[in-house]
Every structure is written in structure tokens, then in C-alpha cells.
């Protein structure tokens, strides 16, 4: 369908994930080139609706990252201008990237996660003690676990709270979960191979996630079918509860308890942009079911559509 039409690869973008997604875009925009389209780079900054229109694309690839990109404000610009994009539509994209929103929808769907509380600064943090220690301080909307820390003990949230701030007015304060980290990429609402996600340093946080060999991928997961099967399906009904489209990804926790064939799983979050190198979760559990990097681009691509 797009092998006429121009494809413009939005990439870079304004938020703290602008170099990781530079990597994406690259990637997929080299693959298209590769795969014989017509495609072009589109490096978003504030002028992006000038450069769209400068370019005269007709489908917009978006490889954007992090707020901007992910978070529904430029899908609904693409709306506008009446241009198809993949990924997910408005409202999914900005559920997603609102992490205490996408709670409240998990909730109402009876969906496990851990217990939240959300913090607008140090001001009421007196007034939000119920979950006891340790607990994980993350930004609102923030990917790639930038600003996230996990506390011990009480002495150590100011200064996580703090960090988290300087990305946003809201902080989220979560349960900490302890278990083995894994996820569950979907393509156009079919669950890919669970990947099982070993940090070094025991936390998967931002240097672990881009820092060579400092975090092992189990593929095929330690995990016996069942366990499997049930992950993904909690990744589906979560990409379904929270109305995404085309790819996405969603982190869980799973917590062995007595026996190990006997896990509770904890949805973490759901990613609507997944990063798309060639060494990326989403290409590695599509490689494993079949998909080469070129073809797991195309299918994205395929799904590429108006939603308003």
C-alpha cells in the first residue's frame, strides 16, 4: 500500500530520549531504504509541522520517544494535517504515557499492578506514607526509566522525589515488587515470545537498558509454558484495555510464590513506541518468531492509519 507513497521517519524529537531515538530511526529508516521505499528522515523539533509539509510526505513512521512523540501530542498533530501514522492513536498514546493513568485503566480492568500513590512534591509528601518501604520514585511521564530510583528506607525519598520532579510537577511513588523483570512485545494484537530480563546491577534502570553487557535477554524465558502464556496474555488484555495499535510493549514482574511454578505477575507498563534498534526487545521477540528486522518494520508499517 505505501510502496508508492512517501514515508517520512519521524525521529530525535524534544524529550530526554532524543539520541535513543535517533538509533530507532535510523534503523528503520535505513530498513525501508533497504526494503525499497521511498523514505526520508524527519528530525522533530518545533518546526515539525513546517518540515512535514516541506517534505511532502504521506505516512509518517513515528520513532519518536518520550514526551512529544509518545505521549498523543504529535499523533493528534498528524491528525490534523490528515496524514497516517503508525502506532498507537491519541488517547492510547497519552494513557501509556501516563503512568499513574494507565494504573486507573489496569485497575478497572481487574488487571494486576502494583499499589500507586502519586505526590505533586515534597509539600505532600508527609501526607503519602502507605505503602511502607521500598518503594520505586518515578516521574509521571518519563520513559527509559529516566528519573527512576528505588528507596529503602524513608531517609532516601526526598532526594528520589527530587529527581523525579525535575521532569514534571507529579511524582509516582509505587510498591516495589521484587521478582524477575520480563516483556511482552505485541504486533498489530498478536503476542510475541516473553523475553526474561536479567540486570546485573539487580535494577533495570537507564544505564543497565543502553550500557553494553550490563543486562543478560533470556530467550527463550526460564518460565514454564503456562507461565508464559499467561504473561501474554496479560500483555494483550493490557494493550487492548488501554486501546493501542500496531506495535507495542509492556514490562511485567513476576514474583515466585513457595513453589516456582506458582507466579503472581505485576504489569509495570505499556510502551507504544518501542525502541527499534537491531539489539531492542521488540526485534528480539519478533526474531524469534520469524520476523527479520526488515519485515518486522513492514508490519508496523502495514498498520499505519488515521484514528479520529
Not at 504521506?58 to 491528525?79: C, K, S, Y
Not at 480492568?109 to 499499589?115: E, S
Not at 521477540?285 to 518494520?297: E, K, N, R, T
Request: glycine share 10%.
Amino acid at each position: 500500500m505505501w510502496k508508492r507513497k512517501k514515508i517520512g521517519v519521524l525521529m530525535g524529537g524534544l524529550s530526554a530520549e532524543r539520541e535513543i531515538s535517533l538509533l530507532t530511526g535510523n534503523a528503520v529508516l535505513s530498513a525501508l531504504i533497504e526494503m525499497g521505499y521511498n523514505a526520508c528522515s524527519v528530525d522533530v523539533g518545533r518546526d515539525v509541522a513546517q518540515s512535514i509539509t516541506e517534505e511532502r510526505i504521506d505516512v509518517a513512521f513515528i520513532a519518536l520517544h518520550g514526551r512529544w512523540g509518545e505521549d498523543g501530542t504529535i499523533q493528534g498533530m498528524l491528525e490534523i494535517m490528515g496524514i497516517p501514522y503508525t502506532g498507537s492513536g491519541v488517547l492510547a498514546s497519552a494513557l501509556a504515557m501516563d503512568k499513574p493513568m494507565t494504573k486507573r485503566v489496569l485497575n478497572f480492568h481487574k488487571l494486576p499492578t502494583p499499589r500507586f500513590e502519586v505526590v505533586s512534591g515534597l509539600k505532600e509528601l508527609k501526607e503519602r506514607t502507605r505503602l511502607g518501604f521500598p518503594v520505586v520514585v518515578k516521574p509521571v511521564s518519563e520513559g527509559s526509566t529516566i528519573g527512576v530510583s528505588v528507596v529503602e528506607e524513608r531517609e532516601g525519598l526526598a532526594d528520589a522525589i527530587e529527581e523525579a520532579g525535575r521532569s514534571g510537577s507529579h511524582v509516582m511513588i509505587e510498591e516495589f515488587i521484587d521478582g524477575s523483570e520480563i516483556t511482552v512485545g505485541i504486533l498489530n494484537g498478536q503476542p510475541l515470545p516473553v523475553i526474561e530480563i536479567i540486570p546485573s546491577s539487580g535494577f533495570y534502570d537507564y544505564k543497565s537498558k543502553y550500557t553494553s553487557g550490563m543486562t543478560e535477554y533470556i530467550l527463550p524465558p526460564r518460565l514454564t509454558r503456562n507461565q508464559s502464556l499467561e504473561a501474554q496474555g496479560l500483555g494483550l488484555k493490557t494493550y487492548r484495555a488501554i486501546g493501542c495499535h500496531g506495535a507495542a510493549r509492556v514490562d511485567m514482574i513476576l514474583t515466585s510464590k513457595g513453589d516456582f511454578d506458582i507466579v503472581e505477575h505485576s504489569i509495570l507498563e505499556i510502551n507504544t513506541v518501542p525502541g527499534m534498534t537491531h539489539t531492542s526487545l521488540l526485534p528480539k521477540a519478533a526474531g524469534h518468531a520469524g520476523f527479520s528486522f526488515d519485515s518486522l518494520v513492514e508490519e508496523i508499517l502495514k498498520s499505519a492509519k488515521l484514528h479520529l
